[in-house]
């Protein structure tokens, strides 16, 4: 695989990551025992440390990309293995 490709497929796993991520360690206003701002939403969080999330997301996304590339490399799991309706053995007609 190109390293072009393999950066490609980074960022995506990178950006699907994020949204794994986020729900996490998220606490409210009220949870925290802070004031709300007016016109604040109740499940807005009290803190976003963009920071700490971002190296989450790039452990998550590295973690998983590892894993992504060592299957690539060694075949563990191929199309054969996630084919429940055995279409690859299906005639063409």
């Known amino acids: 695989m190109r390293w072009t490709s393999a950066l ?17 360690g998220v606490r409210t206003t009220d949870e925290a025992g802070g004031d709300k701002v007016a016109g604040q939403a109740e ?14 997301v790039t452990i998550v996304a590295t973690i998983l990309f590892a894993l992504f590339q060592l299957n690539y490399r060694y075949g563990w799991i191929e199309a054969r293995d996630v084919d429940f309706f055995d279409r690859m053995n299906m005639e063409i007609r």
């Open 43 to 56: 499940s807005a969080p009290h803190e976003f440390r963009a920071g700490r999330t971002a190296l989450r």
């Open 8 to 24: 490609a497929i980074y960022i995506l796993f990178w950006s699907f990551s994020v949204f794994l991520v986020l729900p996490f």
